[in-house]
């Protein structure tokens, strides 16, 4: 960004408004964080889609061959393992009451 | 030239949450506004037109019924989230390619040149100063890449979608200004001025309908400007662009005989609104006509639309749209002297909202 950009006042009407859009403060941050979340997740599937795309045309890829591909034993484990770490941590993140040494030991 | 995936991606997904805010939940939001039980008295109320404290009454007892609705506020709180991220991710985008786009960056042409005009000694007025239009940050002087940031950032993917302020979801903004356009009611003008032009987009449509008319355009923004003569000379629409105000122009007094007007008069407080009328009328010849496209008034809408054109004064850095909605513009237009005053919408949902007159014989 050039450096006039950059060093320009915010005028006030570009603050955003005190009053919350939903019901509180606290509702309107999450509600915002979870659609930059989705964003998130749009960015990611579009550029996955890209990418099977190029690599099919490039001959690297059969059409397909994701969908129809049967993991093995060691990489089904390996996705198990991430997998049950993800949902743990995401969805254990509003549950934890405490640290403990040996829980973090596990899940490194 | 375009921005990288992950800009283009961010972009697409504001256009499809805008869509989606603008149509499933903006149906609900009003659905549920027509189950009031306030409904019906007040939408009686908006078929009258009243002063400017009425207006502001009657808005603020339709908004306490409106934003009852969960639908509506989460609406609401999308087109916020739209209108900031739209700069987000478009400024963050073109940096990221920074190098490839300051190459072909639009840049001032020596001075002297007489197809643009700068000014760096006018005063920028008070009601312009410092605002960042649209949550623009900077304003429209204070992002060297803008023409990058619109036209390769959030207009094809996020505006050309519509579903914001008065435009409609699948709206055609383009086909729009041309409609705009068919409503001067001379098929050959001679001189057209557009008195807040921007980057020409609407000079250039002007150039489909009037093929050999001169074509001058006037703006405070430097930077846009400079734009515009880019996307003049890119498309050959051949216009003269001055930095001024359109409340004082440089040009003659009845030295055009057309004056075309799109989306300013809501980015004016009223009283700026009526003196820039009566410099279009000064400049315009005995006959010359003037046609202004602006979002509709208050009084053109119900209860539930008034709300949300109201919404966008505080949430998308639109000073004076509230403002706007209440002044009349096709009054202050017989006030100053012109005949033949219209006002009329151009779609089904009242906009674009034009008014026109001619400046008698």
């Known amino acids: ?19 919350p859009y939903l019901s509180t403060p606290e509702l309107d941050a999450l509600a915002l964080s979870q659609t930059e979340l989705l964003s998130e997740l749009w960015i990611l599937r579009d ?38 770490q993800l949902v743990a941590r995401i969805v254990g993140a509003g549950h934890r009451k405490k640290l403990d040494l040996d829980t973090l030991k596990k899940q490194s | 030239m375009n921005v990288d995936q992950r800009a283009r991606a961010g972009l697409q997904f504001l256009g499809s949450l805008q869509v989606f805010s603008s149509t499933a939940l903006q149906q609900q939001a009003e659905a549920d506004f027509d189950n009031a039980v306030e409904a019906p008295a007040l939408t009686r109320d908006f078929q009258h037109d009243t002063d400017r404290n009425g207006w502001l009454q009657r808005i603020d007892q339709a908004r306490e ?38 190459k072909v960056a639009p ?32 304003g429209l002087d204070g992002y060297d890449l803008s023409a990058a940031m619109a ?25 729009q200004r041309r409609d705009v356009i068919q ?20 000079l250039g449509l002007c150039r489909e309908r009037f093929p050999d008319a001169k074509l001058i355009g006037g703006d405070l923004s430097a930077q846009v ?42 980015e004016l407080p009223p009283e700026v609104s009526f003196d820039v009328l009566k410099e279009m009328y000064r400049i315009l010849e005995p006959g010359g006509e003037m046609v202004i496209s602006d979002p509709p008034p208050f009084r053109a809408v119900g209860p539930f639309q008034a709300v949300m054109l109201d919404w966008e004064t505080e949430n998308r850095s639109e000073p004076y749209f509230t403002e706007a909605g209440i002044f ?22 009242r906009y674009p909202w034009v008014t026109r007159g001619r400046k008698p014989r």
């Open chain 2, 151 to 175: 036209f390769s950032g959030f207009i094809p993917y996020v505006f050309a979608r519509g579903g914001f302020a008065a435009v409609a979801v699948g709206d055609n903004l383009l086909q």
């Open chain 2, 65 to 102: 019924v409106v934003e009852r609705s969960p639908a509506f506020r989460f609406n609401r709180l999308y087109q916020r989230y739209v209108a900031e991220e739209n700069w987000v991710r478009a400024i963050t985008g073109v940096e990221r390619r920074r190098e490839v786009f300051a």
């Open chain 2, 183 to 202: 409503q001067f009611r001379s098929d050959n003008l001679k001189c057209i001025y557009d008195p807040g032009c921007g980057g020409s987009g609407t």
């Open chain 2, 328 to 349: 009349d513009l096709a009054q202050a237009m017989s006030d100053i002297g012109f005949v033949d005053v219209e006002e009329y919408p151009l779609q089904e949902t």
């Open chain 2, 225 to 266: 400007l400079i734009n515009g003569l880019k996307f003049s000379d890119k498309t050959g629409i051949h216009v003269e662009l001055w930095q001024e105000d359109a409340r004082q122009t440089s040009q003659a007094g009845g030295s055009v005989d057309g004056v075309i007007s799109y989306a300013l008069h809501h």
């Open chain 1, 47 to 84: 550029r996955v889609t890209v990418l099977e795309y190029l690599l099919t045309q490039a001959g690297i890829l059969k059409a397909g061959a994701i969908d129809d591909f049967e993991l093995p034993a060691d990489l089904a484990e390996d996705l198990d393992r991430e997998r049950d």
């Open chain 1, 1 to 19: 960004m050039s450096d006039d950009a950059k060093n320009s006042a915010t005028p006030e009407h570009a603050q955003r408004p005190d009053k």
């Open chain 2, 107 to 138: 840049t001032a042409p020596p001075s002297g040149d007489p197809r643009l005009h700068l000014n760096p000694d006018l005063d920028m007025p008070d009601y312009y100063q410092g605002v960042e239009w649209h949550l623009q940050p900077g």
